[in-house]
């Protein structure tokens, strides 16, 4: 089974510095996918960004990276030079073709302090 | 491009009623997904196809629920007869294709309240 774990039920940022939001994960499967989702308060799911496991670089999308640790099994999210429009709450999220289904973490709510 | 087309975005109904919640997928995408988010319980899979064939249905929470997908373009969940605990918001959510690195993309959802 997998399981994607979020220990940050709420994180602060100062406008215009970056923060990490936290992801670990489980899985015995040696080929799987980590995703990272926004949903602001209008309350759709927003993919930001990709990291498969046998990726030798961190993923890159615009103002988001992921710091992937696979030895830790950790998957966390960085946003750089944060903005009002990133406060959301964040979800990381998980997909093997064994557990053929995606597995969802409980979310970070983020705030973005002006 | 269009996304994920779900509709209505809200619906109030009494319990008891049948409510019906459409989908419609992004084109050319082959798998197709509906999730339900509360509070308590988070996102919560309740069903998906594969070339609109259901694959896995272990999470629809009670016989009340069903789902169908007659085309690729087309899905609906049906829950009869609603009851207030049904209350949430409803995802759908369709990916290109069945890799480990295909994402997917979530339609707007439909809120439901059952009074």
């Known amino acids: 089974a997998q399981k994607i774990t979020q220990t940050q039920p709420g994180m602060f940022v100062q406008e215009k510095e970056a923060v990490t939001l936290d992801c670990t994960y489980d899985?015995?499967?040696?080929?799987?996918?980590l995703f990272w989702y926004k949903q602001p308060s209008s309350g759709e799911m927003i993919f930001l960004i990709y990291?498969?496991?046998?990726?030798?670089q961190n993923a890159t999308e615009g103002r988001y990276s992921l710091n992937f640790q696979k030895a830790r099994k950790s998957a966390n999210l960085v946003i750089s030079a944060s903005q009002l429009g990133d406060s959301a709450m964040y979800f990381c999220?998980?997909?093997?073709?064994?557990?053929?289904?995606?597995?969802f973490g409980t979310g970070t709510s983020l705030t973005v302090i002006p | 491009d269009a996304g994920v087309i779900q509709s209505p975005r809200h619906e109030v109904t009494e319990m008891g009623q049948e409510v019906t919640l459409r989908c419609k997928p992004i084109?050319?995408?082959?798998?197709l997904f509906w999730y339900r988010q509360t509070m308590m319980r988070g996102l919560e899979l309740l069903i998906y196809?594969?070339?609109?064939?259901?694959?896995?249905d272990s999470g629809m929470p009670e016989d009340r629920f069903s789902a169908k997908m007659p085309n690729a373009s087309f899905s609906t969940l049906k829950i009869q007869p609603s009851e207030p605990r049904d209350s949430a918001v409803y995802f759908c959510?369709?990916?290109?294709?069945?890799?480990?690195?295909?994402?997917?993309?979530f339609g707007n959802g439909t809120r439901l309240t059952v009074t």
């Open positions: 959510a369709s990916r290109p294709g069945q890799g480990i690195d295909s994402p997917l993309h």
């Open positions: 899985t015995s499967d040696p080929s799987y996918g």
């Open positions: 990291q498969g496991s046998y990726d030798q």
């Open positions: 999220a998980i997909y093997s073709n064994t557990g053929n289904q995606f597995y």
């Open positions: 084109s050319g995408h082959n798998s």
């Open positions: 196809f594969n070339n609109n064939v259901p694959i896995d």
